[in-house]
Protein backbone atom coordinates (compact mmCIF):
# COMPACT_ATOMS: atom_id res chain seq x y z
CA UNK A 1 0.00 0.00 0.00
CA UNK A 2 1.48 3.33 -1.10
CA UNK A 3 1.62 5.56 1.94
CA UNK A 4 1.18 9.26 1.85
CA UNK A 5 4.63 10.43 1.82
CA UNK A 6 5.95 7.77 -0.37
CA UNK A 7 7.80 6.06 2.52
CA UNK A 8 6.27 2.35 2.87
CA UNK A 9 9.13 -0.30 2.01
CA UNK A 10 8.04 -1.39 -1.07
CA UNK A 11 8.20 2.70 -2.31
CA UNK A 12 11.75 3.00 -0.17
CA UNK A 13 12.82 0.01 -2.58
CA UNK A 14 11.33 1.73 -5.41
CA UNK A 15 13.04 4.65 -4.63
CA UNK A 16 16.53 2.73 -3.89
CA UNK A 17 16.27 1.30 -7.54
CA UNK A 18 16.48 4.46 -9.14
CA UNK A 19 19.23 5.36 -7.01
CA UNK A 20 17.88 7.79 -4.47
CA UNK A 21 20.42 7.89 -1.60
CA UNK A 22 17.83 9.32 0.88
CA UNK A 23 15.57 6.28 0.73
CA UNK A 24 18.56 4.07 1.31
CA UNK A 25 18.89 6.23 4.15
CA UNK A 26 15.52 6.13 5.61
CA UNK A 27 15.65 2.18 5.26
CA UNK A 28 18.65 1.62 6.77
CA UNK A 29 17.46 3.19 9.59
CA UNK A 30 14.43 1.47 9.73
CA UNK A 31 16.57 -2.25 9.63
CA UNK A 32 20.19 -1.73 10.45
CA UNK A 33 18.79 -2.92 14.25
CA UNK A 34 17.25 -6.29 13.13
CA UNK A 35 19.27 -7.01 10.68
CA UNK A 36 22.31 -6.50 12.61
CA UNK A 37 20.93 -8.61 15.34
CA UNK A 38 19.62 -11.16 12.86
CA UNK A 39 23.21 -11.58 12.04
CA UNK A 40 25.28 -11.53 15.25
CA UNK A 41 23.24 -14.84 16.18
CA UNK A 42 23.83 -16.28 12.44
CA UNK A 43 27.51 -15.30 12.68
CA UNK A 44 27.88 -14.95 16.64
CA UNK A 45 30.60 -12.09 15.77
CA UNK A 46 29.72 -8.58 16.52
CA UNK A 47 32.43 -7.12 13.95
CA UNK A 48 31.56 -9.63 11.57
CA UNK A 49 27.89 -8.69 11.79
CA UNK A 50 28.47 -5.17 11.36
CA UNK A 51 30.64 -5.81 7.51
CA UNK A 52 27.86 -8.16 6.64
CA UNK A 53 25.13 -5.80 7.53
CA UNK A 54 27.19 -3.07 5.76
CA UNK A 55 27.25 -5.39 3.25
CA UNK A 56 23.51 -6.10 2.86
CA UNK A 57 22.70 -2.63 2.17
CA UNK A 58 25.23 -2.34 -0.33
CA UNK A 59 23.56 -5.32 -1.78
CA UNK A 60 20.24 -3.43 -1.46
CA UNK A 61 21.50 -0.52 -2.96
CA UNK A 62 22.88 -2.39 -6.23
CA UNK A 63 20.14 -4.90 -6.41
CA UNK A 64 16.72 -3.12 -5.44
CA UNK A 65 16.05 -3.13 -8.90
CA UNK A 66 16.02 -6.84 -9.19
CA UNK A 67 13.36 -6.44 -6.04
CA UNK A 68 10.16 -8.72 -6.99
CA UNK A 69 7.16 -7.97 -4.91
CA UNK A 70 6.38 -11.93 -4.71
CA UNK A 71 7.85 -11.29 -1.02
CA UNK A 72 8.11 -8.41 0.82
CA UNK A 73 11.04 -5.96 0.99
CA UNK A 74 11.57 -7.07 4.92
CA UNK A 75 11.66 -10.46 3.69
CA UNK A 76 13.74 -9.95 1.06
CA UNK A 77 16.26 -7.90 2.98
CA UNK A 78 16.17 -10.34 5.40
CA UNK A 79 16.87 -13.42 2.61
CA UNK A 80 20.04 -10.86 1.74
CA UNK A 81 21.58 -10.86 4.95
CA UNK A 82 21.26 -14.32 5.36
CA UNK A 83 22.82 -15.47 2.21
CA UNK A 84 25.74 -12.92 3.08
CA UNK A 85 25.98 -14.82 6.38
CA UNK A 86 25.91 -18.09 4.91
CA UNK A 87 28.46 -17.61 2.94
CA UNK A 88 30.90 -16.36 5.05
CA UNK A 89 30.26 -19.62 7.48
CA UNK A 90 31.10 -21.63 4.46
CA UNK A 91 34.23 -20.16 4.11
CA UNK A 92 35.46 -20.46 7.92
CA UNK A 93 37.16 -22.92 9.52
CA UNK A 94 35.82 -25.38 11.90
CA UNK A 95 37.84 -24.17 14.37
CA UNK A 96 36.68 -20.63 13.97
CA UNK A 97 33.57 -21.62 14.42
CA UNK A 98 33.95 -23.61 17.29
CA UNK A 99 36.10 -20.56 19.00
CA UNK A 100 33.07 -18.13 18.66
CA UNK A 101 30.42 -20.60 19.79
CA UNK A 102 32.08 -20.85 22.83
CA UNK A 103 32.90 -16.98 23.27
CA UNK A 104 29.13 -17.08 23.00
CA UNK A 105 28.19 -19.42 25.51
CA UNK A 106 30.84 -18.21 27.87
CA UNK A 107 29.29 -14.94 27.71
CA UNK A 108 26.00 -16.39 29.09
CA UNK A 109 25.70 -15.50 32.88
CA UNK A 110 24.56 -18.88 34.12
CA UNK A 111 24.82 -22.56 32.68
CA UNK A 112 21.29 -24.33 32.37
CA UNK A 113 22.60 -26.30 36.03
CA UNK A 114 22.83 -23.28 37.49
CA UNK A 115 20.26 -21.19 36.16
CA UNK A 116 18.04 -23.84 37.34
CA UNK A 117 19.57 -23.79 40.92
CA UNK A 118 18.94 -20.73 41.34
CA UNK A 119 15.31 -21.24 40.42
CA UNK A 120 15.89 -18.52 38.08
CA UNK A 121 13.67 -20.05 34.93
CA UNK A 122 13.89 -16.70 32.69
CA UNK A 123 18.00 -17.44 32.83
CA UNK A 124 17.43 -21.15 32.72
CA UNK A 125 15.78 -20.82 29.16
CA UNK A 126 17.98 -18.17 28.04
CA UNK A 127 21.08 -20.38 29.01
CA UNK A 128 19.27 -23.37 26.85
CA UNK A 129 18.30 -21.07 23.77
CA UNK A 130 22.11 -20.46 23.65
CA UNK A 131 22.55 -24.10 23.05
CA UNK A 132 20.18 -24.83 20.57
CA UNK A 133 21.97 -25.65 17.19
CA UNK A 134 22.14 -22.83 15.08
CA UNK A 135 18.75 -24.06 12.92
CA UNK A 136 17.55 -23.93 15.53
CA UNK A 137 18.37 -21.06 17.18
CA UNK A 138 17.93 -19.03 13.51
CA UNK A 139 14.18 -20.15 13.11
CA UNK A 140 13.69 -19.45 17.10
CA UNK A 141 15.09 -16.14 16.32
CA UNK A 142 13.00 -15.44 13.59
CA UNK A 143 9.60 -16.39 14.45
CA UNK A 144 10.17 -15.32 18.08
CA UNK A 145 11.80 -11.96 17.86
CA UNK A 146 11.23 -10.94 14.17
CA UNK A 147 8.18 -11.74 13.84
CA UNK A 148 7.94 -13.81 10.65
CA UNK A 149 5.12 -15.77 9.51
CA UNK A 150 5.67 -19.82 8.25
CA UNK A 151 5.89 -18.27 4.66
CA UNK A 152 8.55 -15.79 5.15
CA UNK A 153 10.69 -17.99 7.24
CA UNK A 154 10.14 -20.14 4.45
CA UNK A 155 11.41 -17.63 1.82
CA UNK A 156 14.41 -16.35 4.24
CA UNK A 157 15.91 -19.66 4.92
CA UNK A 158 15.14 -21.10 1.78
CA UNK A 159 13.16 -23.99 3.05
CA UNK A 160 9.70 -25.40 2.50
CA UNK A 161 6.98 -24.27 5.00
CA UNK A 162 6.11 -27.94 6.28
CA UNK A 163 10.11 -27.93 7.35
CA UNK A 164 9.80 -24.40 8.66
CA UNK A 165 6.99 -26.13 10.99
CA UNK A 166 8.66 -29.36 11.82
CA UNK A 167 12.53 -27.06 12.78
CA UNK A 168 10.12 -25.27 15.21
CA UNK A 169 8.75 -27.85 16.58
CA UNK A 170 12.42 -29.56 17.16
CA UNK A 171 13.87 -26.43 18.38
CA UNK A 172 10.77 -26.40 20.93
CA UNK A 173 11.34 -29.72 21.86
CA UNK A 174 15.02 -29.45 22.04
CA UNK A 175 14.52 -26.57 24.42
CA UNK A 176 12.25 -28.92 27.04
CA UNK A 177 14.85 -31.69 26.42
CA UNK A 178 18.05 -28.96 27.57
CA UNK A 179 15.52 -27.54 30.61
CA UNK A 180 14.89 -31.33 31.64
CA UNK A 181 18.46 -32.30 31.45
CA UNK A 182 18.96 -29.07 34.27
CA UNK A 183 15.92 -30.62 36.03
CA UNK A 184 13.15 -28.41 35.34
CA UNK A 185 10.01 -30.60 33.58
CA UNK A 186 7.87 -28.45 31.23
CA UNK A 187 5.40 -30.87 31.08
CA UNK A 188 5.87 -30.74 27.63
CA UNK A 189 6.28 -32.69 25.33
CA UNK B 1 -8.16 -40.06 15.23
CA UNK B 2 -4.72 -41.25 13.75
CA UNK B 3 -2.02 -41.82 16.52
CA UNK B 4 1.67 -41.11 15.35
CA UNK B 5 4.24 -43.09 17.37
CA UNK B 6 4.64 -41.80 19.98
CA UNK B 7 0.94 -42.36 21.15
CA UNK B 8 -0.08 -39.06 20.71
CA UNK B 9 -2.57 -37.82 18.13
CA UNK B 10 -1.59 -36.74 14.44
CA UNK B 11 -3.79 -33.52 14.38
CA UNK B 12 -2.45 -32.63 18.27
CA UNK B 13 1.15 -32.94 16.60
CA UNK B 14 0.09 -30.81 13.61
CA UNK B 15 -1.56 -27.93 15.46
CA UNK B 16 1.38 -27.83 18.16
CA UNK B 17 3.67 -27.15 15.40
CA UNK B 18 1.26 -24.24 14.33
CA UNK B 19 1.43 -22.68 18.14
CA UNK B 20 4.17 -20.65 18.22
CA UNK B 21 3.04 -18.59 15.10
CA UNK B 22 -0.32 -18.52 16.88
CA UNK B 23 0.86 -16.57 19.90
CA UNK B 24 2.65 -14.49 18.10
CA UNK B 25 -0.22 -13.47 15.86
CA UNK B 26 1.07 -14.49 12.02
CA UNK B 27 -0.94 -17.10 11.35
CA UNK B 28 -3.18 -17.28 8.13
CA UNK B 29 -6.58 -16.99 8.41
CA UNK B 30 -7.11 -20.33 7.64
CA UNK B 31 -4.65 -21.82 10.36
CA UNK B 32 -5.39 -19.58 12.90
CA UNK B 33 -9.27 -20.67 12.72
CA UNK B 34 -7.91 -24.41 12.75
CA UNK B 35 -6.52 -23.73 16.02
CA UNK B 36 -8.72 -21.61 17.45
CA UNK B 37 -11.37 -24.69 16.74
CA UNK B 38 -8.76 -27.50 18.12
CA UNK B 39 -8.04 -24.93 21.04
CA UNK B 40 -11.90 -24.67 22.01
CA UNK B 41 -12.51 -28.54 21.43
CA UNK B 42 -9.09 -29.68 24.09
CA UNK B 43 -8.67 -26.37 26.52
CA UNK B 44 -5.49 -28.54 27.87
CA UNK B 45 -3.56 -27.83 25.15
CA UNK B 46 -3.83 -23.67 26.55
CA UNK B 47 -1.16 -24.72 28.90
CA UNK B 48 1.15 -24.92 25.51
CA UNK B 49 0.62 -21.16 24.75
CA UNK B 50 2.07 -19.73 28.61
CA UNK B 51 5.14 -22.00 27.72
CA UNK B 52 5.59 -20.60 24.10
CA UNK B 53 5.01 -17.19 25.53
CA UNK B 54 7.83 -17.80 27.87
CA UNK B 55 9.89 -18.92 25.29
CA UNK B 56 9.43 -15.53 23.24
CA UNK B 57 9.91 -13.23 26.19
CA UNK B 58 13.37 -14.83 26.38
CA UNK B 59 14.18 -14.73 22.67
CA UNK B 60 13.51 -11.39 22.68
CA UNK B 61 15.14 -10.76 26.03
CA UNK B 62 19.05 -12.57 24.15
CA UNK B 63 17.97 -10.31 21.05
CA UNK B 64 17.60 -7.19 23.28
CA UNK B 65 20.88 -7.57 24.83
CA UNK B 66 22.53 -7.57 21.40
CA UNK B 67 23.64 -4.00 20.43
CA UNK B 68 22.98 -1.99 17.44
CA UNK B 69 25.30 -0.56 14.41
CA UNK B 70 27.98 1.51 15.67
CA UNK B 71 27.85 5.28 15.11
CA UNK B 72 29.71 6.05 11.75
CA UNK B 73 28.15 2.46 9.87
CA UNK B 74 26.22 4.59 8.26
CA UNK B 75 28.61 7.32 7.08
CA UNK B 76 30.53 4.59 5.95
CA UNK B 77 28.00 2.83 3.83
CA UNK B 78 26.78 6.10 2.66
CA UNK B 79 31.07 6.59 1.59
CA UNK B 80 31.30 3.23 -0.10
CA UNK B 81 27.99 4.05 -2.51
CA UNK B 82 29.73 7.71 -3.30
CA UNK B 83 32.52 5.30 -4.27
CA UNK B 84 30.80 2.98 -6.92
CA UNK B 85 28.64 5.34 -8.09
CA UNK B 86 29.89 8.37 -8.27
CA UNK B 87 30.30 12.03 -6.94
CA UNK B 88 28.98 13.03 -3.58
CA UNK B 89 25.00 14.00 -4.10
CA UNK B 90 23.81 17.64 -3.49
CA UNK B 91 22.97 19.05 0.30
CA UNK B 92 19.27 19.49 -0.48
CA UNK B 93 18.77 15.68 -1.81
CA UNK B 94 19.70 14.75 2.17
CA UNK B 95 16.80 13.13 4.01
CA UNK B 96 16.18 16.05 6.30
CA UNK B 97 15.86 14.88 9.94
CA UNK B 98 12.02 14.47 10.06
CA UNK B 99 12.14 12.00 7.33
CA UNK B 100 15.23 10.18 9.22
CA UNK B 101 13.55 9.82 12.34
CA UNK B 102 10.03 8.87 10.68
CA UNK B 103 11.75 6.38 8.61
CA UNK B 104 13.77 4.64 11.77
CA UNK B 105 10.41 4.80 14.02
CA UNK B 106 7.97 3.68 11.92
CA UNK B 107 8.33 0.52 11.10
CA UNK B 108 9.50 -1.16 14.59
CA UNK B 109 6.77 -2.77 15.29
CA UNK B 110 8.06 -4.38 18.48
CA UNK B 111 8.76 -2.18 21.41
CA UNK B 112 12.52 -4.16 21.56
CA UNK B 113 13.11 -2.88 18.05
CA UNK B 114 10.99 0.40 18.68
CA UNK B 115 13.77 0.99 21.44
CA UNK B 116 16.75 0.14 19.80
CA UNK B 117 16.06 2.51 17.09
CA UNK B 118 15.18 4.98 19.21
CA UNK B 119 18.91 4.78 20.63
CA UNK B 120 20.21 5.28 17.26
CA UNK B 121 17.99 8.12 16.73
CA UNK B 122 18.58 9.96 19.50
CA UNK B 123 22.04 10.81 18.41
CA UNK B 124 20.64 12.39 15.32
CA UNK B 125 18.38 14.65 18.03
CA UNK B 126 21.21 15.17 20.12
CA UNK B 127 23.11 16.38 16.92
CA UNK B 128 20.28 18.21 15.96
CA UNK B 129 19.52 19.99 19.28
CA UNK B 130 23.33 21.38 19.10
CA UNK B 131 22.81 22.72 15.82
CA UNK B 132 19.54 23.85 16.22
CA UNK B 133 21.43 26.17 18.99
CA UNK B 134 23.50 27.55 17.11
CA UNK B 135 21.56 28.16 14.37
CA UNK B 136 20.42 32.06 14.45
CA UNK B 137 16.61 32.82 14.73
CA UNK B 138 15.66 34.05 10.98
CA UNK B 139 12.36 31.92 11.41
CA UNK B 140 11.03 28.79 10.67
CA UNK B 141 11.95 28.76 6.60
CA UNK B 142 15.15 29.07 6.71
CA UNK B 143 16.63 27.23 9.17
CA UNK B 144 18.63 23.69 8.20
CA UNK B 145 20.62 21.21 9.89
CA UNK B 146 23.42 19.12 8.84
CA UNK B 147 21.28 16.64 7.47
CA UNK B 148 19.43 18.99 5.08
CA UNK B 149 16.37 21.87 5.42
CA UNK B 150 13.43 20.50 7.45
CA UNK B 151 10.19 20.22 5.95
CA UNK B 152 7.00 21.79 7.04
CA UNK B 153 4.41 19.45 8.20
CA UNK B 154 0.80 21.12 7.21
CA UNK B 155 -0.28 22.83 10.86
CA UNK B 156 -3.44 20.65 11.56
CA UNK B 157 -4.35 19.53 15.14
CA UNK B 158 -2.83 20.54 18.66
CA UNK B 159 0.65 20.88 18.29
CA UNK B 160 3.35 21.92 21.24
CA UNK B 161 7.07 22.98 20.80
CA UNK B 162 9.40 21.26 22.64
CA UNK B 163 12.73 21.02 23.73
CA UNK B 164 14.26 17.93 24.67
CA UNK B 165 16.78 17.78 27.91
CA UNK B 166 20.38 17.26 26.52
CA UNK B 167 20.48 14.18 29.14
CA UNK B 168 17.12 12.64 28.17
CA UNK B 169 17.58 9.21 27.17
CA UNK B 170 16.05 7.62 23.79
CA UNK B 171 13.83 5.36 25.87
CA UNK B 172 13.10 8.29 27.90
CA UNK B 173 12.00 10.25 25.13
CA UNK B 174 9.97 7.96 22.98
CA UNK B 175 8.16 7.01 26.31
CA UNK B 176 7.08 10.05 26.86
CA UNK B 177 5.99 10.77 23.43
CA UNK B 178 3.86 7.49 23.73
CA UNK B 179 2.40 9.14 27.15
CA UNK B 180 1.04 12.24 25.57
CA UNK B 181 0.61 10.41 21.85
CA UNK B 182 2.43 12.54 20.35
CA UNK B 183 4.01 12.71 16.62
CA UNK B 184 6.94 14.83 16.00
CA UNK B 185 6.21 16.77 12.75
CA UNK B 186 8.91 19.17 12.48
CA UNK B 187 12.18 20.53 13.48
CA UNK B 188 14.46 20.81 14.69
CA UNK B 189 13.76 24.27 14.74
CA UNK B 190 16.71 26.78 15.91
CA UNK B 191 17.17 26.20 19.63
CA UNK B 192 16.59 22.78 19.13
CA UNK B 193 13.03 22.79 19.22
CA UNK B 194 10.64 20.53 17.58
CA UNK B 195 7.18 20.66 16.89
CA UNK B 196 4.98 17.53 18.80
CA UNK B 197 1.44 16.91 17.23
CA UNK B 198 -0.60 15.93 20.54
CA UNK B 199 -4.02 15.63 19.11
CA UNK B 200 -4.95 15.66 15.53
CA UNK B 201 -8.36 17.82 16.62
CA UNK B 202 -8.07 20.94 18.18
CA UNK B 203 -7.97 20.67 21.85
CA UNK B 204 -9.20 23.23 24.24
CA UNK B 205 -7.08 25.60 25.61
CA UNK B 206 -7.13 24.38 29.17
CA UNK B 207 -6.65 20.65 28.24
CA UNK B 208 -3.54 21.85 26.50
CA UNK B 209 -2.58 23.98 28.73
CA UNK B 210 -2.69 20.42 31.06
CA UNK B 211 -0.66 18.50 29.07
CA UNK B 212 1.87 21.22 28.85
CA UNK B 213 1.64 21.80 32.46
CA UNK B 214 2.54 18.07 32.78
CA UNK B 215 5.53 18.34 30.38
CA UNK B 216 7.08 21.01 32.12
CA UNK B 217 7.43 18.87 35.80
CA UNK B 218 9.23 16.43 33.10
CA UNK B 219 12.36 18.41 33.83
CA UNK B 220 14.91 15.46 33.10
CA UNK B 221 13.62 14.79 29.42
CA UNK B 222 12.52 18.50 28.64
CA UNK B 223 14.57 21.31 28.94
CA UNK B 224 11.68 23.75 26.71
CA UNK B 225 7.72 23.39 26.47
CA UNK B 226 5.31 25.70 24.61
CA UNK B 227 2.11 25.77 22.73
CA UNK B 228 2.99 26.16 19.28
CA UNK B 229 0.67 28.59 17.16
Given at each position: ?7 SD ?10 D?V ?8 Y ?9 R ?9 E??N??F ?52 D ?25 H ?17 SD??G ?5 V???M ?14 G ?6 | M ?7 S ?13 V ?36 V ?7 T ?14 E ?8 A ?5 M ?19 A ?13 G ?21 P ?5 L ?67 S?
Amino acid sequence: MASANGNSDVELIARVASKDRVAIEVLYGRYQVRLFRFLVRLVRNEAVAEELTNETFLEIWRTADRFESRSSPSTWMFAIARNKAVSLLRKRSEAELDEDAAMLIEDQADTPEVAAQKGDKAALIRACLARLSADHREVVDLVYYHDKSIKEVSDIVGIPENTVKTRMFHARKKLSELMAEAGVDRGWP
Amino acid sequence: MSENGTGRSAERDEIEMLLPWYVTGTLSDDDRVRVERYLADHPETAQQLELIREEQDEAVAVNEALGTMPAGALDKLLTQIEETDGPAIARAQRPGLMETLAGWLTVFDTPALKAAAAAAAIVIVAQAVVIGSLVRDDGPASYETASGPTEVAPATGTRLLIAFAEGATAAQITGLLEDIEGTIVSGPKPGGLFEVRISETELTDAAVENVVAGLKRRTNIIRYVAISN
